[in-house]
């Protein structure tokens, strides 16, 4: 046989079976692509198909069911902190081996295509930096509930313009909730021995309205350990729950709260990420990591938010906050600043076991910008329609401090939020022994009436009322 046709015949042979291989992976990859994106979020798979380079993720494994809501602040936080890990342990045990195989997999020195790596205990999740055939790997495994893109989250823009003490003896806002009459029936009811945690932009621990108080500190963002605030949201949250009105007008509802957990997770521009979120949701969980010594907050203030996915399960969030409520932590989340509209309510706000919280005016009338519900949702494979905010707070035109020892008007349901915090802090001071269930009730059940009649999906349960809900509680409710 020709030498020649010889050679002809075997690259042809070597054209068609490259071919073909080409076609069955073309096929194959196609099929896997299609199966890994339905656990992708849309936002990932769009940055999939523009890059080759490694991309940040959030890998959620199948969630654990929570334990039952009937033991929710009777067993005690170390146990139910212990139980949490353990579970979690022994539900990422094949993910990590397989993990670990993937870092020490390296090529000819090549780097390795994971790395960044850090496995959460509030939520059974990892984070990490993964090539692209990587994350599709990872989403292709059963234990795998869901990837995330790691993607950038920002502070709703705030309404601000920097005022001076006006002699007031008390703020607006802390004479619409009642606090001038409760404090002059019952000076000792200040939040006293009650630990508030704040995840936010961080706080100026040399402002006059926290003399005196202990702050534990961690910088998710930055690293820098000492506690510092170079965007002034966080400052001005942490005067509503706790300032001690240094500058001549109370402006703390609870200014007896000398323990302050803050963790910063929004930069000086107001920008944070999915992953330094859940680092602080899980840092507020036990914020020395050692489940015995008692540090971890009664109450946490969260004035942020995002949008709200589809799926209660699907929420990255969701695990972060049920964790917090099986340890007895009370979730005082923002509604968010998406108003008028209808079902406008955000994430982590929006979910079924976070409190939100709608802004109100010096007029007691809900804010043009005050997210509103119903929020629809599906929850356990149904569809669910439920009332949010859970109840509304002063939110417009507040006035508290801000970094430099000065101080700021600003409007947002961020304002509105640390209104509640602070209130809850009296309600748990007042009864120290209250569950969750128990001061949600409390709350939402002494609040005035507003808009509707009942709960409304513009002020929630009403208006908030701390010296209404200490009557309640002296007169029984709770038990």
Request: aromatic share 6%.
């Amino acid at each position: 046989m020709n030498k020649y046709f010889i050679a002809a015949e075997r690259r042809a042979c070597r054209v068609a079976a490259i071919a073909l291989v080409s076609v069955l992976t073309f096929q194959l990859s196609s099929s896997v692509a299609q199966a890994d994106e339905s656990k992708m979020s849309a936002r990932l798979v769009n940055v999939l198909e523009q890059t080759s380079n490694p991309v940040p993720v959030v890998v959620m494994l199948q969630q654990l069911t929570p334990l039952p809501h009937t033991v929710w602040g009777k067993i005690p936080s170390a146990q139910v902190e212990t139980m949490i890990k353990h579970r979690i342990l022994e539900n990422q045990r094949d993910l990590r081996a397989h993990v670990a195989e993937l870092m020490n997999n390296k090529t000819f020195g090549a780097n390795t295509s994971i790395r960044n790596v850090k496995y959460f205990w509030n939520v059974n999740a990892m984070m990490a930096t993964a090539s692209v055939d990587t994350i599709y790997s990872l989403s292709d495994r059963d234990d795998v509930a869901f990837v995330y893109l790691d993607e950038r989250i920002k502070l709703a823009p705030d309404y601000r313009v920097e005022a001076d003490v006006d002699g007031s003896e008390f703020t607006y806002g802390l004479e619409k909730i009642g606090v001038p009459a409760l404090r002059q029936a019952n000076p000792d009811i200040s939040g006293k021995g009650v630990i508030v945690g704040i995840l936010d932009t961080g706080i100026d621990p040399k402002h006059p309205e926290f003399e005196g108080k202990t702050i534990t500190f961690k910088d998710l963002v930055g690293g820098k350990k000492d506690a510092y605030d170079d965007h002034g949201h966080g400052t001005h949250v942490a005067g509503t729950i706790a300032g001690i009105g240094a500058g001549g007008t109370q402006i703390g509802v609870a200014p007896g709260v000398t323990q302050l957990v803050i963790g910063k997770v929004f930069t000086a521009s107001g920008g944070g990420s999915l992953s330094s979120i859940l680092k602080g949701m899980e840092f507020m969980a036990d914020p020395d990591g050692k489940p015995e010594t008692p540090d971890q907050p009664r109450v946490i203030n969260n004035s942020w938010g995002g949008n709200l996915g589809d799926s209660v399960e699907n929420d990255p969030f969701s695990p972060a906050v049920f964790t917090w409520v099986q340890l007895n932590i009370f979730p005082s989340f923002a509604a968010g600043n998406s108003g008028p509209s209808a079902s406008s309510v955000g994430s982590p706000g929006g979910l079924p076991q976070s409190f939100a919280v709608g802004a109100t005016d010096q007029n007691d009338k809900v804010t043009s910008f005050s997210s509103r519900g119903p929020v629809s949702i599906t929850h356990k494979g149904e569809r669910v329609k439920y009332v949010k905010p859970d109840v509304s707070a002063p939110g417009k035109s507040v006035l508290s401090a801000m970094p430099g020892g000065k101080y700021g008007e600003m409007s947002g349901t961020s304002m509105a939020t640390p209104h509640t915090t602070g209130a809850i802090a009296l309600v748990i001071q007042t009864k120290p022994d209250a569950t969750i269930v128990q001061v949600r009730d409390i709350l939402m059940k002494s609040s005035k009436d507003l808009g509707q009649s009942g709960m409304d999906n513009d002020y929630g349960a009403g208006r908030l009322d701390v010296n209404h809900a200490y009557e309640m509680i002296m007169n029984g409710a709770g038990r």
